[in-house]
C-alpha cells in the first residue's frame, strides 16, 4: 500500500506495523522479548491495527508517524512480525516446539477515499473524479508460530472494479551470535520486490505513500519500481548482524494473477529462470538522530510475449538513504533513491516493438517530511526519470503518449498531512510536473502539456 495498491501504493501501501525506541532501548526489548513474556521476535513497519493489538504496545512504539517506522517497528518487521502480548492458547504437545496461537483475530481493514482534479480534463472524461471508495484492504497480519509470521493484504480497487491479492510477505526469523555480535536472521517469501524492505527509501513503500489511481501517470519506471508487483514470487534470506549490517539475497519467480496458468504462449512479461534480488544497507543511531544508507537491486531477464524466442534483459542497480531527527515534540524524516537501470531488448526488437536494442532508465526521487507533536504534517518531494530515446516504445498518443521519443518526466510533489487520531489521515497533495513522457509542452503530440496533468488529490485514510 504506496502505500500505493495498485502496485503503486505502493505507491502506494499502507502496512504499517509497531514501533519503538532506538538503540540500547531497542535492544533492550528485544532481549526482553526472548524470555517469552512477550513471545518472540520482533519488527513491522506496515501499521495495522492487528499488530498493535497483538503485542499490546502503543502505535508511538513502532511509529514516530504512520507509516513511518521507528527502530523498534523495524525490529519487529525483521523478527517475523512474531511479538505478542495476548495471551495465547497453546494447540500442542508441551516441548520446544509448542505451538501457541493469539486469541484474538488478527483482521485490519483500510479504507481510501479521494477526490481528483487535473488541471485540465484528459479529452472526453469528466474532471474532479470522485473515488468512494478508492481502495478497501482487508489485512491478515500476526504471528502465527512463534518464530514465523506474517503481512497479507487483499484490495478492492475501484477502478478496475475488482478484489485481488496484494503486497503479501510471510517471514520466518530467529537470532544467534556470531562471536560477540547478535545477528538476527530470517526468510521471506513475498510477491513485490522491496515489499520485504524497512526503510522507506526503497520503491515498496516510498514517499507518496498513496496517490491518485486516475490521475495521468508517467509512462515508464524501473523494473524493480513495482513494475513486477503482485506478479512474482520470491524467496530470499536475510541477515541483520549486531544491529548496523542488513544484506539479503532473493530470488523471484513469475506468478501472475489472472491470464494463463501456467504461461503459455499468450503470456507477457513472464521471467526466465529466476531474478536474482539484493540488499545491503548500513544503519546507525545516535542521541535523537538516525541514518542508513544501502544499495540494492534486481537483475531479470523477460520473455516479451510467451515463453519462448528472444528475451529482454533489465538489470537495476540502485543506492538509497534514510535520515530521521526528532524535533521539538516533532519528527524530520528525509529519504532519496537513486536506480539504474540497463536494458537489453534483444526480444522486443526482435517483435518489432522497439527501435533500439539496449537502452537505459534513470531515477532520482528525494523527500523530506516533518511532523508536530500535535500530528500536523508537510512532505515535499521531488523525482525525475529520464532514459534513452525509442520512437516505438515511447510514440504519440493522446495523454499517455511522447512526442520526443522519449519517457523522461520530472516534477515536484507536496503535501499537507493532518492524523487525528494515529488510525486516520487526512490529505492534501498537490504534483506539479515540469516534465511529462520526454517534454514540457505538446508532449503527447496533442497538445498537451506537462503542466496539464498537474493533480490536486485529497483524500482520507482510515485503518482499523
Given amino acids: 500500500m ?3 495498491l495498485d502496485g503503486r501504493m505502493p505507491t502506494t501501501l499502507v502496512a504499517l506495523a509497531v514501533c519503538a525506541a532506538a538503540g540500547a532501548v531497542a535492544r533492550r526489548d528485544a532481549v526482553a ?3 517469552r513474556a512477550l513471545d518472540a521476535h520482533v519488527i513491522h513497519r506496515e501499521v495495522i491495527p492487528s499488530f498493535s493489538r497483538q503485542t499490546g504496545l502503543k502505535c508511538t512504539q513502532c511509529h514516530t508517524t504512520f507509516p513511518y517506522l521507528t527502530p523498534f517497528g523495524r525490529r519487529f518487521k525483521l523478527n517475523g512480525y512474531t511479538l505478542t502480548g495476548l495471551q ?3 494447540a500442542g504437545d508441551s516441548g520446544p516446539r509448542t505451538l501457541k496461537i493469539d486469541l484474538i483475530s488478527p483482521v485490519s481493514t483500510m479504507i481510501v477515499a479521494s477526490v481528483t482534479q487535473t488541471r485540465t480534463p484528459q479529452p472526453g472524461t469528466q474532471n474532479g473524479n470522485a473515488e468512494f471508495p478508492q481502495q478497501v484492504s482487508l489485512f491478515l497480519g500476526e504471528a502465527i508460530t512463534p518464530n514465523l509470521g506474517t503481512f497479507l493484504q487483499f484490495t478492492y480497487d475501484a477502478a478496475g472494479g475488482s478484489f485481488r491479492i496484494d503486497n503479501v510477505d510471510i517471514r520466518y526469523a530467529n537470532d544467534g551470535r556470531v562471536g560477540s555480535k547478535e545477528v538476527l536472521y530470517g526468510i521471506s517469501l513475498n ?3 522491496t515489499v520485504q524492505d524497512v526503510w522507506n527509501s526503497t520503491p515498496a513503500w516510498r514517499v507518496p505513500f498513496m496517490s491518485s489511481a486516475v490521475a495521468p501517470t508517467p509512462a515508464a519506471a524501473p523494473l ?10 520470491g524467496l530470499g534470506g536475510y541477515a541483520l548482524w549486531d544491529n548496523r549490517v542488513y544484506g539479503e539475497l532473493s530470488a523471484y519467480r513469475s506468478a501472475p494473477q489472472g491470464g494463463p496458468h501456467p504461461p503459455d504462449s499468450s503470456a507477457e512479461r513472464t521471467i526466465r529462470g529466476v531474478a536474482p534480488y539484493w540488499r545491503l544497507a548500513w544503519q546507525h543511531g545516535w542521541r535523537s538522530q538516525y541514518l542508513a544508507i544501502g544499495t540494492y537491486g534486481l537483475s531479470t531477464t523477460l520473455y516479451p510475449t510467451g515463453v519462448t524466442g528472444r528475451t529482454d534483459r533489465y538489470t537495476d542497480v540502485a543506492w538509497d538513504a534514510q535520515y530521521e531527527r526528532r524535533l521539538a515534540g516533532g519528527n524530520l524524516t528525509a529519504h532519496a533513491t537513486w536506480i539504474h537501470e540497463r536494458q537489453d531488448l534483444a526480444g522486443t526488437l526482435a517483435a518489432g516493438a522497439a527501435a533500439t536494442g539496449s537502452s537505459t532508465l534513470r531515477t532520482f526521487r528525494a523527500d523530506a517530511a ?10 515535499l518531494a521531488y523525482f525525475s526519470t529520464a532514459g534513452g530515446r525509442d520512437t516505438l516504445r515511447y ?4 495523454v499517455v503518449g511522447s512526442r520526443t521519443g522519449r519517457p523522461n518526466s520530472s516534477g515536484l510533489i507536496g503535501e499537507l498531512d493532518f492524523l487525528p487520531w494515529w488510525n486516520t489521515r487526512f490529505a492534501l497533495q498537490y504534483v ?3 516534465s511529462f513522457n520526454g517534454a514540457g509542452d505538446d508532449y503527447d503530440g496533442f497538445g498537451r502539456t506537462a503542466s496539464d496533468n498537474n493533480t490536486l488529490y485529497l483524500l482520507a485514510w482510515l485503518v482499523f
Avoid at 370 to 379: D, E, H, L, N
Avoid at 395 to 398: E, N
Fill in 432 to 434: 506539479a510536473y515540469a
Fill in 395 to 398: 510514440r504519440p498518443a493522446p
Fill in 370 to 379: 516533518f511532523y508536530t507533536a500535535g500530528r500536523v504534517g508537510a512532505t
Fill in 2 to 4: 504506496r502505500v500505493r
Fill in 224 to 233: 524493480v519500481d513495482g513494475r513486477l508487483a503482485q506478479r512474482v514470487a
Fill in 191 to 193: 510477491n513485490n520486490p
Fill in 33 to 35: 522479548a526472548k524470555g
Fill in 88 to 90: 495465547l492458547i497453546e
